[in-house]
């Protein structure tokens, strides 16, 4: 958060130290102040943008530990129970293609939804796996738990190369990640969550929250208790009084950005708008029941209300609560699979996402609001010794809908087990080349390392099967 106190040691020009440093980071969200200055400065170096897209945003749900193909979006009615598992598969709104029978809402649905059945990443590892997904590049080498962000393994997450490539809109970042971050019960942080070699300037925001919880908040945007507003804009002026205590200091280039960038993290604070995003309370509650009142549900809600706010990308992780089981947590189902689908992940899940379309068709956003649901991996075809399913990068499904996508499509297919793709492989730089593409920004657009070597943002094909 944005802190303007005036407490401490002072400096020979009257500001304290603390203020100096406080006003000089947003060490909470993982950002520089400088940050939205050079992200503009970038997006207006950008070339390669294509326009041709119809999304102006999107909204990645991600159902982090793996969620299992064959009990979500690719049901096999015809393998033996220790493969198919307990549950039915259902016709969904479009003829010939079914769904499990724990989705019901999205069943409804899916002539909205264009799924993937054959999204492959060769990986078995949380870490790694997860890495290929979010960036659209594997893991080197693959196969690698508990792994750390760092190069080699620094390519920049989906969110960073949209907060790089598209200038901002609002005083809100373009990219935004909640309501926590991604990691192992090891308390590892998985790779490709940040913006890698485009540096700090480029990370997604991240926004730690419970929107579920009665009375939450967003440290990060939140003014503290003991501080009216006006209070706080008068506070302001020490960012000006900042800027002119080193007015000497200028030719070096970097307090212009310091400049900049410091009112923007202001205007955070300072806009309304800005601040009512965050406010679910003035959600009607009929609209927050139809999400559910899970973590996952109301974090759907607060995605739609910061895309409406102005931020580009929004990435909503399953919510990793204390109480998480540590032997199947998340969607992490080695042991008890049909239990924990049956009494607390699907429903959520389903509610969440399904109440998500809705609500952005209704407000006239779904056209152009591009929605992923993503996984890292699947689940093995047969079940373990202790009822649950173990990792599997082989094949699993993922689904898309929104602006620029044709919905009541399935593209690929995977074998009779569900272990395999059987037609249409997919690996993940494709889905990033396609949602890149729904957003109007070519695929085969250049970025650079540190080192000034080139990289387009995608090596994937556009999947043109699923694009409207």
């Known amino acids: 958060m944005l802190t303007l106190r005036a407490d401490g040691g002072r400096l020979c020009d ?42 102006k945003a999107c909204i990645v749900l991600f159902l ?54 054959s999204v492959s990443t060769r990986d078995n590892a ?12 594997p893991h080197v080498p693959q196969n690698v738990e508990n792994a750390n962000p760092g190069a080699p393994n620094d390519f920049p997450h989906l969110g960073a190369v949209v907060q790089k490539l598209r200038p ?22 998985w790779p490709g969550q940040d913006a890698g070699f485009l540096g700090k300037t480029a990370d997604p925001w991240l926004f730690n929250c419970e929107p579920a919880t009665k009375g939450f908040k967003v440290e990060e945007v939140s003014l503290p208790v003991d501080i ?11 960012l000006r009084d900042v800027n002119l205590a080193f007015d000497s200091a200028r030719d070096s280039g970097m307090l212009g950005k310091y400049s900049i960038a410091a009112q923007r993290a202001f205007n955070v604070l300072a806009s309304e708008k800005s601040r009512r995003a965050f406010d679910l309370e003035t959600e009607p509650v009929e609209r927050r029941m139809a999400y559910g009142m899970s973590q996952f549900g109301q974090s759907a809600l607060l995605a739609r209300r910061l895309v409406e706010a102005g931020v580009g990308l929004v990435q909503v992780n399953w919510f990793r609560g204390p109480d998480e089981p540590s032997d199947n947590p998340c969607w992490d189902s080695h042991t008890k ?32 609001t591009l929605v992923c ?48 793709p059987a037609a249409g492989l997919c690996r993940p730089e494709d889905i990033s080349a396609t949602i890149f593409h729904c957003l109007g920004i070519a695929p085969e657009t250049e970025m650079h390392d540190p080192q000034g070597r080139p990289f387009a943002i995608s090596t994937g094909q556009i999947l043109h099967e699923i694009v409207a």
């Open 14 to 55: 009257g500001l304290s130290r603390r203020t100096m440093l406080q006003a000089g980071s947003l060490g909470a969200v993982g950002l520089s102040l400088p940050a939205w200055a050079q992200s503009l400065a970038m997006a207006s170096q950008s070339a390669s943008q294509t326009g041709t897209g119809r999304a």
């Open 64 to 117: 982090m530990g793996g969620a299992p193909q064959h009990s979500t979006f690719d049901p096999k009615p015809d393998a033996p129970e220790e493969v198919r598992g307990v549950f039915a598969p259902v016709a969904t709104s479009v003829p010939g293609t079914q769904f499990c029978e724990l989705l019901p809402n999205l069943t409804r649905q899916a002539d909205r939804l264009a799924v993937i059945r």
């Open 126 to 137: 949380h870490s790694s796996s997860g890495y290929y997904v979010l960036t659209g590049r």
């Open 168 to 189: 901002h809109v609002s005083d809100l970042p373009t990219a935004v990640r909640l309501p926590n971050r991604i990691f192992n019960t090891d308390g590892s942080v």
């Open 228 to 238: 009216p507003f006006d209070r706080l804009e008068r506070r302001g002026s020490l």
């Open 337 to 368: 699979e049909s239990h924990r689908l049956k009494d607390v992940l699907c429903p959520a899940f389903d509610q969440g996402m399904a109440a998500l379309l809705d609500d952005l068709a209704e407000r006239g956003m779904l056209d152009e």
């Open 373 to 420: 649901c993503l996984t890292e991996f699947g689940r093995t075809p047969r079940f373990n010794s202790r009822g649950g399913r173990d990792h599997w990068g082989s094949v699993f499904s993922v689904a898309l809908a929104g602006g620029g996508i044709k919905g009541g499509t399935v593209y690929g297919s995977s074998d009779a087990q569900g272990a395999f």
